[in-house]
């Protein structure tokens, strides 16, 4: 959707001096050349998405942009004058402000302390709270928000969203000309992603530069003025978005075309018997949950934060467990009150968090590999030197099968990229020979060939009959990979709707209308 | 209902909802040590008749005994709020004693020489502690125990028994009163105050709780991460100088146990973290920790009082120590270490 | 790759890469100790030198490196053990009262102290894991209540000696022994329990979770990890091996009241100096023993160098301060 005012812009920001621009900009890191002469222009009021591939250096660049690296070649220009940084406090106080994809916040201290830390308003040393609180209230009320956040509220208490909304706040009392920011929508759902996208129309407007990383391609389409494409650390393209199609911009990514974006979905012949129902279960969070999972199916677990996925999976998988109800798996009565009960009983649950609650990041890939292997055995069982239980070749066998990119599995998992490390994550629970897998955002902040990856793994799964819960904020992944959907809304079950259903009805479902409601409303026959 | 009962309902709520927020206020570890003097009170009465607390100057004691631990208390807080540790304070309250009772040798005009010469080692002590921890990367428990070895060493090498003595203007520290108050307990609280101001009320507080809180966001924010942290050690040093400085006013001579037989290193970290200050850092007051420097006058004077065995007592004070981090821990979800 | 002639100097300057990148492998405990124990062995020669000498420096070496074993894999999970410094004081103290000079208490003192250190450990395990006190704050607690109890239950001195048979652990050589002459039975100990410490460690399901609950405690709950069941085997095992190391310590050094104080201390120290990260994940056997070994040979080194013992405490605290940052500084390089 272009509108004039949006083309104007554009074309006058082309006559007009870039807000930053970067010439020739090299970096090395030993044994790697993470930026070859890169040379780059961004223009204020324009929205400039950055993409690639894990290891196109994307995030090098930024992180020299900000202050946080110095190239080893090349300038930067801030508004056509040559600068320099050494620390990204620098950076910040010239008007560049970088928002990384883990905040840069402290959860102990009010919103007010976290914008202005390091700068806080003082008299000789001594702290002026209330000058500092006003302030924070200046800069909130630019945002719009100075009603939804409170410059007294401790940040722990504010959601992910509220959060990313602090840090844009900083950004701003930094008077930033350029804001970048990292998968700024990797840990928000829809509604949120549209709020933020708003806001960023808003700075838009106001004259700023904004320029993000992304990997999810819808969002740089829906919201993007330009697309550059790194690879390998060289600049590939810069183009206008309303100029290409995404497929164009996904070869340029990879270097070649990537023959779907999801694998097909199932067949009515592959669903097998109902391998786990529930019927009415509840705990301290969810109510009356009930539903039916098949051999062999993709139930897709569609909702709004705070809508009870995550706290689905974990009830399932005995994190927290369902206190009244009943669940039975493979037809039989069972409760599920422990992680290692939910293991014996072959669920397997690929967390949200990977860095968290997936890997151990200090140790080896095989370890970590064979954590539910050795878990559920007897403590005192002797392994092999290899480090596995029984056979020799479980762990290379494993590597095969997820496709991990690496050299060796003695290496530590930190040194992998987010897609190898998820790929760690998954052989761990095809070792466990899980039925049952839960997936909670199984994509979320990976590249596109490690996510394309990771859906033709898990479509796999389930051709070899494994039943797949997979819980996604990103409706594509739920439509392109459910054989159902499940659409949760307030802690309960709102309902089901079948496959490739459209994303208004799953929206207006996850926001508490029903099914009629979206085959009457107007939004319904609007383009996907 | 009427309208003037209406009213007075709406006031009487209004009055009770300010007194909430006011007790919210209260850190949780004083409850701890109201609970503590009621045990206390009952133990009273049932084995010495109800003649301990009878006794007017019984809280007067408990305040005292308190001062020590409470001083040196307020530095250790600050140094966990950094996210760091402080295992040198024991030995430096002994070097402390040692060398400014030496140093007077009795005489009043020495006093001054004294008490710079202590601040400066103290002082010192401070620097090398937090130049180990931020430069040379030294884990914080590691370079503060190889500090107190070293001090440990010299005062040992150089002090065997009791050394010189305070003149009696200096005892003013440790006996004296203003009014009806002691001098120690005053000196308490001012340093409390200090410590809660510097926390609270400056740059350098916020600066602290930023680096106990994530030192890699305080140091993007362009905080000086290695100066904060060096000054929170050099005001912990400080604050076990004047600890030392109570201590051998009111022993009127120096002695080299005096740190570790006080358990003064471990307490402190023990009523810092009783008071609801995370080990992990960037979080926390000492106000709270004041409130565990009590509970543990309070255990004192009662275990002195009814004549426990000193064995016995530290027996109770391990187990306290646990049974009062446990009130806080055991309802929280993640799992310890 | 082309192919080119690989001449002379390059393959010299080759294996020369090649043996630099297995000496920046080697973990910095070992050349430090090397270091120290060949100084040792230049400025005495009849005691560093030779068998005899090497031996006794095990014997004396011994009880602290069975003591670092336990602790380190306390520290690779993640927690920190304060109290088997005072175990050792309760063991000497305890078992001092328990003899009543007579040998044949001796085997059935040691079994009943290894059975309070099974209780000890138990402890410190259920309320790390149960009531969920830190193990920093847990650990500290217990050692007031051992020492306490240890001095309360003596009467604040040493009831009696240890008899003979009771010492011969810490104190006694096998004799005529071909090549070495007399082996320490400290040394025996510390070989038999580093072996099964190694295996256990190394070559079991149990080892490899010590490490993961100490890496990320959450990742290995979701993975099925009865977190709480191997940290308690874990402080069990330590205890164990404090009372072990307690009875090696007081055979060798006989009953005194202030012994095992700072023992605790220079245990975590020593699994540092070896390696281990304190926060856990990391954590090596050997590493650990050398560690030990290489604390002991500091503190011979500055005895030999005519150093009263005040300063022996002074110069060991720079030393462990060097050592540690020395490690850490390597270990950030190769990063």
């Known amino acids: 959707m272009v509108n004039v005012a949006e083309e104007t812009i554009i074309n006058t920001a082309e006559a007009i001096q870039p807000t930053v621009e970067v010439q020739h900009i090299s970096k090395r890191f030993p044994g790697v050349v993470a930026l070859d002469d890169v040379s780059l222009q961004f223009y204020p009021g324009e929205i400039h998405a950055v993409v690639g591939e894990n290891g196109a250096g994307k995030s090098t660049l930024m992180k020299i942009m900000s202050g946080a690296y110095t190239p080893d070649a090349g300038t930067i220009y801030l508004g056509g004058e040559k600068v320099s940084f050494s620390h990204p406090r620098e950076a910040q106080l010239k008007g560049v402000s970088i928002i990384y994809q883990e905040f840069n916040l402290l959860p102990e201290r009010t919103v007010a302390h976290n914008i202005f830390l390091g700068r806080e308003p003082s008299n000789l040393g001594a702290l002026d709270t209330r000058r500092m609180n006003k302030q924070a209230i200046v800069v909130l009320k630019e945002l719009g928000v100075e009603k939804m956040i409170s410059p007294t509220a401790q940040v722990s208490s504010l959601s992910v969203a509220e959060q990313q909304l602090v840090e844009i706040a900083k950004a701003i009392s930094f008077k930033a000309k350029v804001l970048i920011m990292d998968e700024p929508t990797a840990a928000l759902t829809y509604t949120e992603v549209n709020l933020l996208n708003d806001l960023v129309g808003r700075l838009k407007q106001r004259g700023m530069s904004v320029i993000f990383i992304s990997h999810r391609l819808k969002e740089v389409f829906d919201i993007a003025d330009k697309i550059t494409v790194m690879k390998d650390g060289k600049l590939i393209k810069t183009v206008n978005k309303k100029d290409v199609a995404p497929a164009e911009v996904v070869f340029w990514m990879v270097g070649r075309t990537l023959d779907h974006y999801f694998p097909p979905l199932g067949t009515p012949e592959d669903f097998g018997e109902v391998v786990l129902k529930v019927k009415d279960a509840s705990n301290q969070i969810l109510k009356g949950i009930s539903f039916e999972l098949r051999k062999g199916e993709v139930l897709g677990v569609a909702g709004l934060q705070g809508s009870g996925r995550t706290e689905l999976a974990q009830a399932l998988f005995g994190v927290v467990p369902f206190k009244s109800g009943t669940m039975e798996l493979h037809g039989k009565a069972i409760a599920i009150k422990s992680p290692s009960r939910a293991i014996r009983h072959k669920i397997g649950f690929v967390t949200e968090d990977r860095k968290s609650e997936g890997i151990a990041s200090r140790q080896p890939i095989r370890d970590n590999m064979l954590l539910t292997v050795r878990a559920v055995r007897f403590l005192f069982g002797l392994i092999l030197k290899d480090g596995t239980p029984s056979s020799r070749r479980l762990v290379p066998m494993l590597g095969k099968q997820v496709d991990i990119r690496t050299d060796s599995f003695d290496r530590e998992v930190q040194y992998l990229s987010g897609g190898n490390q998820q790929k760690v994550v998954l052989a761990k629970w095809l070792a466990s020979d899980a039925d049952v897998f839960i997936f909670d955002e199984p994509t979320r902040g990976i590249d596109v060939e490690s996510k394309a990856s990771i859906h033709d793994m898990i479509r796999d799964l389930t051709k070899k009959g494994i039943a797949v819960l997979m819980i996604s904020s990103e409706l594509p992944e739920i439509i392109g990979m459910s054989d159902r959907i499940l659409v949760m809304a307030d802690r309960q079950l709102a309902g089901e709707l079948p496959a490739q259903s459209r994303e208004q009805e799953i929206m207006l479902m996850a926001t508490g209308h029903s099914k009629d409601d979206a085959a009457e409303s107007p939004a319904a026959a609007g383009v996907n | 209902m009427t309208t003037a009962t209406a009213t007075s309902h709406n006031e009487l709520s209004k009055a009770l909802g300010y007194i909430g927020v006011w007790i919210k206020k209260i850190p949780p570890v004083y409850f701890f040590l109201i609970l503590v003097f009621l045990a206390g009170g009952i133990l009273d009465q049932v084995l010495a008749d109800g003649q301990i607390f009878k006794n007017p100057l019984i809280m007067q004691n408990i305040v005292v005994r308190s001062v020590a631990l409470g001083i040196v208390a307020v530095g250790q807080s600050l140094v966990i709020i950094g996210a760091s540790i402080d295992l040198s304070v024991a030995y430096t309250i002994s070097i402390t004693a040692v060398m400014s009772s030496y140093i007077m040798q009795g005489d009043p005009a020495k006093v001054p020489t004294a008490i710079i010469a202590v601040f400066i080692i103290g002082a010192a002590i401070g620097i090398v502690n937090g130049v180990a921890i931020t430069k040379l990367k030294v884990n914080p428990f590691i370079a503060t125990l190889g500090t107190s070895l070293i001090i440990k060493g010299i005062i040992n090498a150089t002090f065997s028994n009791y050394t010189g003595s305070v003149p009696k203007s200096f005892e003013y520290f440790g006996y004296g009163t203003i009014g009806p108050i002691p001098v120690s307990i005053i000196i308490l609280f001012l340093t409390v105050t200090v410590g809660w101001v510097l926390l609270a009320r400056t740059k350098f507080g916020a600066h602290l709780y930023g680096v106990g809180g994530n030192a890699e966001v305080a140091r993007l924010s362009g905080v000086r991460t290695d100066r904060v942290l060096i000054g929170a050690h050099i005001i912990c040093s400080m604050t076990a100088v004047l600890a030392g400085l109570f201590l051998v006013s009111q022993m009127r001579s120096g002695a080299p146990w005096v740190g570790p037989n006080g358990v003064y290193d471990l307490n402190s970290i023990a009523t810092t973290v009783i008071g609801g200050t995370a080990l992990s850092g960037g979080k926390g007051g000492v106000w709270s920790t004041l409130g565990g420097v009590l509970i543990f006058g309070v255990l004192e004077t009662l275990f002195n009082q009814l004549g426990v065995n000193p064995y016995l007592k530290t027996v109770f004070q391990g187990a306290i120590i646990v049974m009062a981090v446990a009130s806080y821990t055991i309802r929280s979800k993640k799992e310890a270490a | ?335």
């Open chain 3, 1 to 335: 790759m082309t192919t080119t002639t690989v001449s002379p100097t390059n393959q010299f300057s080759k294996a020369l890469g090649k043996i630099w990148t297995w000496i920046k492998r080697v973990p910095p405990v070992y050349p430090v100790f090397l270091v120290i124990f060949i100084t040792l062995g230049i400025i005495n020669p009849t005691k560093y030198q030779s068998i005899t000498g090497i031996m006794a420096f095990l014997r004396t070496a011994s009880p602290l490196a069975v003591l670092a074993i336990g602790e380190m894999l306390v520290l690779a999970s993640g927690g920190f053990d304060l109290s088997i410094g005072s175990i050792v004081t309760l063991v000497v103290l305890v078992s001092s009262k328990l003899l009543a000079n007579d040998p044949a208490n001796a085997y059935p003192a040691i079994l009943i102290m290894l059975g309070i250190g099974v209780i000890i450990g138990l402890l410190n395990g259920l309320i790390v894991s149960y009531l969920k006190v830190p193990s920093f704050i847990t650990t500290l607690g217990m050692m007031l209540l051992v020492k306490g109890s240890a001095l309360y239950y003596v009467g604040g001195a040493p009831q009696g000696y240890l008899t003979d048979n009771w010492r011969a652990f810490g104190r006694n050589y096998f004799e005529n022994v071909p090549v070495l002459g007399r082996v320490p039975y400290a040394l025996i100990i510390l070989i038999v329990l580093s072996i099964i410490t190694y295996i256990v460690f190394n070559r079991t399901n149990y080892g490899k979770q010590i490490l993961m609950i100490g890496d990320n405690v959450r990742a290995s709950q979701l993975s099925g990890v009865k977190v709480r069941l191997v940290r308690i085997i874990t402080f069990v095992i330590c205890a164990v091996f404090a009372i072990i190391g307690g009875v090696m310590t007081g055979g060798y050094g006989g009953v005194n009241v202030t012994i095992g104080e700072g023992y605790e201390m220079q245990a975590i120290a020593a699994g540092v100096v070896g390696g281990v990260i304190l926060g856990g994940g990391k954590g090596s056997v050997p590493n650990a023993i050398f560690g030990a070994f290489t604390l002991q040979a500091i503190v011979n080194l500055l005895n030999l160098l005519g150093l009263p013992k005040p300063y022996t405490d002074a110069v060991q605290g720079l030393i462990i301060i060097g050592a540690v940052a020395y490690v850490g500084l390597t270990s950030q390089r190769k990063k």
